[in-house]
Structures are given as structure tokens and as C-alpha cells.
């Protein structure tokens, strides 16, 4: 009785807490409808041949026809390979570099100083908020040929001799967007380890210095321990979007010597879609794209259960 009671507790506005908590959640999940699950309804175009200007009743349907010409030639195979190989090779690198997050949470957690530790996350935490419009901007007045900065300096000392272009060049493009996208979302990514920190139990700690351990022995058998659950759901959902690693960053630093590095599969959907005009190709790739990443969070899952006894859902 007392749990039925206390389940279908009232609060203030005069309905059931469980009800009071929907109504909290119900403006994000219409977000979600919106934006995640009515666009699906585009997916229809895959099987038509549909050409922009004339409705879709209009277009002569095609069925399959677009997800086999995908594979139909050599020319269009090797396309999709040099695609998925950028792909997989820059969401890789990002993927390495997920572990830097929770390092620089764990050390602004040890900054004892509240205002120095604020101000370096605040300053950290803004460059998320900048578009990649204008972090191209920045670096193309850092490195561009004609006065970048960096290249007037290195000039200046005399270190190199004539001005690199580095935003043309190809050989170290998934490097440069892997830092790049590293230095944008480094801050944002420590939030939530920060937060997972600050969960855990202050007692441990308490306990830890009374057997002597000092501040790297707690981190070690404290912290680390306390944030790996976090840090896990993190790289599961990570291996999920291994492809889908957004367009608009590979966008903006694009162009015609670096495109065979640096375009992705999201790159490669607008391009096909969007500037070349073939809508319907485009949806049958991005289809195929949804169901490899569910594919792969469903094997991430699974992994996750295996090492800790437990699914992510």
C-alpha cells in the first residue's frame, strides 16, 4: 500500500510525479520526432528517380535500382571505398583521441584554485560554440600562402624558406581536421566527465588519504574507476557514429587539391546530392549509411556487455 501510495505520489501542479516528469521530457522528445525520425519519410526518394522540379508522383519508381548502381561499376566501387577509407580513417583518429577528454577533466579537477580552473574551462569550453566558418577563417589567416601568420613567423626565423600551403595540401589532411575537431570539442567533452567526478563519493577519497594514498594514487584507483562507466557509454555511442561524422567542418576546409583526402561520407552524400543534383543516389547511400551505424552500435552494445556484464540498452 505504501508504495502505490508513494508511486502515485501528487505534486504541486495536481498531477502524478510520473506524469509531472513526462511532461518535462515531452518538449525534447518532440524535438527528436522532428528532426530524427520525420525526415525518414525522404527516404521514399531512394526509389524513384526523382529529378528536382517535378513532384514525386512525376518520377518513374526504379525500386532497388539505386542502392545496386552503388556497386555497379569499378569506377563507383572505388569511389565508395576512398569515401569510407576517409571516413574510417578520420573518425579512427578521433576515436584515439576520445581519451583526452577525460585526462584534461581528471586535471582540471585537480586545479585547486576555483577561478584559474573556471577560467581555463570557460575558455576551453567556448571554441564549441564557434562555427567552422569561422574556424576556417582563423586558419586560413594562420597558414594561408600568401601572409598567414604562422608562415610569416617561420619565414621570419628562418626555418623554411618559401610559404607552405598547408589547407591545399592532401598528406596530412585527416591529421589536420582530427586536431582541428579536437581543439573545437575538447572543453564540451570534459563536461560530462567532470560531472562523473563530481558524483562520485567524496567519502572514498576521505578513506584513501587515511591509508596514505596520495593525490595520483587516488586518481588512479578512484577517479579513473568512478569515470570509466561514463567514459564507456561515450566510446559505444563513438563507435555508432564511426561514419557519421558530420559534413560542414570537411565543408568549409575543402577544396580542389585535398578532396580526394578529406572528403567523407556525409562530404560525399551532400555532394552527389545537394551540388550534383542526383537526390535520389544520395538518399539510397545515406540509407545504407543508417544501417551500417546501426549495425555497428548494435555490435559496440554488444561488446560493452561482454566486458562489463552489462548492455548499454
Not at 573556471?118 to 597558414?143: E, G, H
Not at 559534413?247 to 583526402?261: C, E, G, I, T
Not at 560525399?268 to 552500435?297: C, E, H, P, Q, R
Request: charged letters at 10%; glycine letters at 6%; hydrophobic letters at 50%.
Amino acid at each position: 500500500m505504501e508504495r502505490k501510495n508513494a508511486f502515485r505520489r501528487i505534486g504541486k501542479s495536481g498531477l502524478p510525479e510520473k506524469y509531472q516528469l513526462f511532461f518535462m521530457l515531452l518538449p525534447f522528445l518532440i524535438l527528436v520526432l522532428i528532426f530524427s525520425y520525420l525526415p525518414l519519410y525522404g527516404w521514399r526518394y531512394a526509389f524513384y528517380s526523382y529529378r528536382p522540379g517535378f513532384s514525386l508522383d512525376k518520377s518513374p519508381y526504379v525500386g532497388l535500382y539505386w542502392f545496386e548502381s552503388i556497386f555497379s561499376n569499378s569506377f563507383q566501387v572505388a569511389e565508395i571505398t576512398r569515401v569510407m577509407v576517409n571516413t574510417l580513417a578520420i573518425s579512427g583518429l578521433g576515436l584515439l583521441l576520445n581519451c583526452f577528454a577525460p585526462i584534461f577533466a581528471i586535471l582540471l579537477n585537480e586545479i585547486h584554485r576555483k577561478r584559474y580552473r573556471k577560467c581555463v574551462q570557460v575558455l576551453t569550453t567556448l571554441p564549441n560554440f564557434i562555427s567552422w566558418v569561422l574556424v576556417y577563417a582563423v586558419a586560413f589567416a594562420m597558414f594561408n600562402v600568401n601572409n598567414g601568420f604562422v608562415n610569416q613567423v617561420l619565414m621570419h626565423l628562418g626555418w623554411i624558406s618559401a610559404p607552405s600551403n598547408v589547407l591545399a595540401s592532401s598528406s596530412n589532411v585527416w591529421l589536420t581536421m582530427t586536431l582541428w575537431s579536437a581543439w573545437k570539442s575538447l572543453g564540451w567533452s570534459s563536461i560530462l566527465y567532470l560531472a562523473a567526478i563530481a558524483g562520485i563519493d567524496q567519502e572514498l577519497y576521505e578513506a584513501a588519504k587515511v591509508d596514505g594514498a596520495n593525490r595520483f594514487q587516488q586518481v588512479l584507483h578512484i577517479t579513473l574507476p568512478g569515470i570509466s562507466p561514463t567514459f564507456l557509454v561515450l566510446l559505444v555511442m563513438s563507435i555508432a557514429n564511426l561514419i557519421n561524422n558530420g559534413m560542414d567542418q570537411y565543408y568549409v576546409f575543402q577544396n580542389a587539391l585535398n578532396k580526394s583526402r578529406i572528403e567523407v561520407l556525409d562530404l560525399y552524400v551532400y555532394n552527389i546530392s545537394i551540388a550534383g543534383g542526383n537526390f535520389s543516389f544520395g538518399t539510397a547511400v545515406s540509407m545504407l549509411k543508417s544501417l551500417v551505424s546501426l549495425t555497428l552500435l548494435l555490435i559496440a552494445n554488444g561488446a560493452a556487455k561482454l566486458i562489463r556484464g552489462s548492455s548499454i540498452f
